[in-house]
């Protein structure tokens, strides 16, 4: 018998670590893998002052 995941069509790339020390080894991500938001660092900016109390 096949396992379930067999049948998926992403595969996330492969780890280094273990528990809490887990993450993505960097040797294995190419340019599809994550994402491309060049408006991240504006949209915070902005999300931040909306937090941020008016100062008199």
């Known amino acids: 018998m096949n396992g ?5 069509t ?4 492969a780890t280094l670590g273990e528990g809490c ?3 993505y080894d960097p040797d294995d991500l190419n340019s ?3 994402t491309d938001f060049p408006g991240a660092a504006q949209l915070w900016e902005r999300e931040r002052s909306k937090s941020e ?3 008199d």
């Open 4 to 8: 379930p995941l067999d049948k998926a």
């Open 10 to 13: 992403a595969k996330a790339p």
């Open 21 to 23: 020390l887990s993450r």
């Open 32 to 34: 599809e893998d994550g």
């Open 53 to 55: 109390p008016d100062k």
